[in-house]
C-alpha cells in the first residue's frame, strides 16, 4: 500500500491523480544549463589561475546542477493532487510528507487560470475556495487542469452539495483570512511552486479583499 492509499478513509475512493506539468522540470532544466555555462566559466578559469591538482578540482562543481536538477525532478516526481469521492488533496515530498486536503462540502469556488502557453501545452492553475480555516488552496501548473476540474466537481455534485439549501436562503459567503493566505502563499514561493511575479499578483488580490 502506497503512502496516497493510506491516506483514504473507508469507503473513500480515488477518482484522479493529477501531476504538475513537465514544463515546471523545463523551467529548472534552462536554470541548470545556465549553471552549467557559469561551471564551465569557472573552470576555464581556474585551469589558468589555479595549479594544476586544484584546477582540475573545480571540476566537482558540475554536481552542483546535477545535484539540483536530481532534487526538483524527485520533488516533482512526489508531488501529487488527488481527487476522491470525498475531498480533493495535495502531497508532497519524498520523506517529510505535507498534506492538504478539502472536504469536497466546503469547496465554495474552483478558479481555473490558463495562459496562452498554458492552453496551447495543457497545464494551468487551479485555486480552490473553501469555507475551512485554509480557506483557499492554490494547485499550481496541474497537467490537464480541466480535467482536474471537472472531476472535483462532478464528484461535488454527487454527494449533492451544489442543491441549493431548503429555506431557500443564498449562502452566506465566508470571511477570508488574507494574512495566513499570503502566508501560505510565500511558502509556495519559497518552494518554487509559484513564481514571484504570481505571487506579488496573488498578494495584491487578497489585500484588495481586505
Known amino acids: 500500500m502506497n503512502y496516497i492509499e493510506q491516506l483514504l478513509g473507508q469507503n473513500e475512493e480515488i477518482v484522479l491523480v493529477a501531476r504538475q506539468s513537465w514544463v515546471v522540470l523545463l523551467r529548472e532544466i534552462i536554470i541548470n544549463v545556465l549553471l552549467v555555462l557559469a561551471v564551465i566559466g569557472v573552470i576555464l578559469v581556474g585551469f589558468k589561475a589555479l595549479p594544476s591538482p586544484w584546477g582540475w578540482l573545480l571540476a566537482l562543481l558540475f554536481l552542483l546542477p546535477a545535484f539540483r536538477f536530481a ?31 478539502s472536504s469536497l462540502e466546503k469547496v465554495n469556488d474552483v478558479r481555473l487560470s490558463q495562459s496562452v502557453l498554458g492552453r496551447m501545452l495543457n497545464y494551468g492553475d487551479v485555486e480552490i475556495l473553501t469555507a475551512s480555516d485554509i480557506a483557499s488552496n492554490l494547485f499550481p501548473r496541474i497537467s490537464d487542469p480541466i480535467r482536474f476540474k471537472t472531476a472535483m466537481l462532478n464528484e461535488k455534485e454527487k454527494l449533492g452539495f ?19 493566505l499570503i502566508a501560505s502563499l510565500n511558502a509556495l514561493r519559497k518552494e518554487g511552486m509559484i513564481t514571484e511575479q504570481e505571487f506579488q499578483a496573488k498578494k495584491a488580490e487578497l489585500l484588495a479583499r481586505m
Do not use: H
Open 71 to 101: 532534487f526538483q525532478f524527485v520533488n516533482w516526481v512526489n508531488r501529487a493532487f488527488i481527487v476522491t469521492n470525498r475531498r480533493v488533496f495535495q502531497v508532497e515530498g519524498l520523506v517529510n510528507k505535507n498534506v492538504v486536503d
Open 162 to 180: 451544489d442543491d441549493v439549501p431548503s429555506s431557500g436562503a443564498p449562502p452566506v459567503p465566508q470571511p477570508l483570512d488574507v494574512p495566513a
